[in-house]
């Protein structure tokens, strides 16, 4: 799984948490620790948090740059802490960019075509929010 796709399903994770218990991420922390070997790795004051990004990349490291990349093209945002050797990311949220890019897929081809070049996440014709979710990270959220 590339990097993109990894964002991409993170951010429907990300997105469907906010939209069923929007407080559960204000608190939430999640960190990336870099280890003695150049890898990092990944940790958080949730082990369910942990377990579902770990669930969609096992490779901490694609769980990083995934995340980094929705921070960058602003689709999320948060507070971070940086330490010698880590950066922990607190109060995770979407922003609008990252909704509108999300719900963009039920606005016809444009969005479809928007976000499955985004994030290399195939989008059918008839899917909308609730199928995409449900097809690439419904099993994490039962």
Same mark, same amino acid.
């Given at each position: &799984?590339?990097?993109k796709e990894t964002a991409g399903k993170m951010l429907l994770y990300l997105y469907q948490l906010q939209r069923t218990v929007p407080s !559960? &991420?204000?608190y939430r922390q999640l960190g990336f620790i870099d280890k003695a070997d150049g890898k990092v790795g990944l940790t958080s004051d949730k082990?369910? $948090?942990t @377990?579902?990004?770990l669930d969609i990349s096992s490779q901490s490291s694609d769980?990083? #740059?995934g995340f980094i990349f929705l921070v960058d093209k602003g689709f999320? @945002? !948060?507070r971070e802490r940086t330490t010698s050797g880590a950066r922990i990311y607190v109060g995770i949220h979407l922003t609008a960019a990252g909704i509108d890019v999300v719900e963009g897929v039920e606005h016809g081809t444009d969005g479809k075509d928007v976000f499955g070049a985004t994030f290399n996440i195939p989008v059918a014709e008839d &899917? #909308?929010?609730e199928t995409l979710i449900q097809e690439n990270v419904g099993? $994490? $959220?039962k």
């Open positions: &799984m590339t990097i !559960s &991420m204000q082990k369910w $948090l @377990r579902d990004l769980v990083f #740059n999320i @945002r !948060s &899917m #909308n929010v099993a $994490l $959220l």
